[in-house]
């Protein structure tokens, strides 16, 4: 299963994993965001059920992702900026965009505030 982890982490938790990829430790698939905020304000409801419909679907049309969740081309076109500027999604050389993985894993802690 060729799976990504969507989640929260600190600068140091990032420079760490990827430390311990160039060691050669493999590290999985993992999109991370700097806050529990910056990660809902980047998976609004709209955005998850974009990935939904994405998830292990290989590239698709603008046209076709927005007649999946059943909305309009302009604000799907929107969300799919957002979410590859995120990392979430890609861009192929013809043009349609793809979710690369066929799972999706959030992972994040809510804490008391201090």
Do not use: Y
Not at 35 to 48: F, G, H, M, Q
Not at 63 to 91: C, F, S
């Amino acid at each position: 299963m060729n799976a990504v982890t969507i989640g929260v982490a600190s600068r140091e938790e990032t420079n760490a994993r990827f430390t311990r990829a160039i060691s050669g430790e493999p590290q999985g698939a993992f999109r991370t965001f700097a806050t529990v905020d910056d990660l809902w304000r980047t998976l609004t409801p709209k955005c998850r059920a974009l990935l939904r419909v994405l998830t292990g679907a290989g590239p698709v049309s603008l046209r076709e992702a927005a007649r999946q969740v059943g909305r309009d081309l302009k604000a799907v076109e929107a969300d799919v900026h957002t979410l590859l500027n995120a990392g979430l999604l890609e861009r192929t050389d013809t043009g349609m965009i793809e979710f690369p993985f066929d799972a999706v894993h959030v992972d994040f802690m809510l804490q008391a505030a201090s």
